[in-house]
């Protein structure tokens, strides 16, 4: 599957490339035939020259939809597999175990846990050195996260960026226009028909790749902040559970009497007869 869908990214990109080397030669041949236009001269062409960014613009927006969507998944993050084996060990204090089992594991559970577990302190059995442990984990985040969203964040580059050049090429085509009505002196529609496509074209294709771009910066940008939570969440659970075996005695002493039923009628029934 993955294979499918990274085939379809780089042939959405090719279509792309190839669509921009064959746009100049489009523009450049100029029939005396009256023919019908095509669906391609109306959408795409009619735009101008400034349709070639566009054109790179969408593609490389959804090649890189398809990337992030391969790259942002569960199985590379916090495998449920790696999550159970890592609190099964931990709920056995066997802390090189795990070290050496999230060593093996190229995902960001597997090496956020390589980096953070050894901070352990085994001399603080009340809490295993956690304010170490949870540095550790900011240290890591903080390091992994712009490599995590560099993709992400140039579709928020190319949504912002698509628009503006839109906006350039409707300012193209206006100033083409009063061009055509200052040597003419008369609006003439069949002159200002290619000006005023320049300037519709471009915007309506700005716009058109912004909102594929913003919509999808945004939910794969949560999607990767939760991602990222689940294995924080994982190893802060993994630290808790040890810390609650080797504590387990001492949290049952503070436990006061009376909370079971038969020892508390007993307690009753001791200051009666005192």
Excluded at 115 to 143: H, M, V, W
Excluded at 152 to 158: M, Q, T
Excluded at 244 to 273: C, F, M, S
Aim: charged share 20%; net charge negative.
């Amino acid at each position: 599957m993955k294979t499918i869908i990274t085939r379809l990214g780089y042939r959405a990109l090719s279509l792309g490339m190839a669509a921009v080397f064959m746009m100049p030669a489009a523009f450049a041949q100029e029939s005396t035939e009256n023919v019908q236009k095509t669906m391609l001269d109306k959408w795409v062409l009619d735009g101008g020259w400034t349709m070639i960014p566009l054109v790179i613009l969408l593609a490389a927006a959804i090649f890189l939809l398809v990337l992030c969507l391969m790259s942002l998944t569960k199985e590379k993050f916090c495998p449920e597999d790696l999550r159970s084996q890592l609190l099964a060990l931990m709920s056995e204090c066997r802390v090189q175990s795990a070290i050496q089992l999230a060593t093996q594991s190229p995902t960001y559970l597997g090496r956020l846990v390589a980096y953070a577990l050894p901070n352990i302190d085994a001399n603080r059995p009340d809490d295993l050195g956690k304010d170490s442990i949870e540095d550790a984990i900011a240290d890591f985040t903080a390091n992994e996260r712009p490599q995590t969203m560099k993709f992400v964040d140039i579709l928020a580059l190319i949504g912002s960026l698509a628009p503006s050049i839109g906006l350039f090429g409707t300012v193209q085509g206006m100033v083409g226009a009063f061009a055509i009505l200052a040597e003419s002196g008369q609006a003439d529609p069949t002159q200002l028909a290619s000006s005023i496509s320049v300037a519709l074209l471009t915007t309506f294709w700005g716009l058109i790749i912004s909102i594929i771009a913003i919509p999808a910066f945004f939910f794969l940008k949560k999607h990767a902040q939760s991602l990222e939570a689940d294995c924080v969440n994982t190893i802060a659970e993994m630290v808790n559970t040890s810390i609650n075996v080797i504590n387990a005695e001492a949290q049952l002493a503070r436990i006061p009497e009376g909370l079971d039923g038969g020892d508390e009628e007993e307690v009753i029934e001791g200051a009666e007869e005192a």
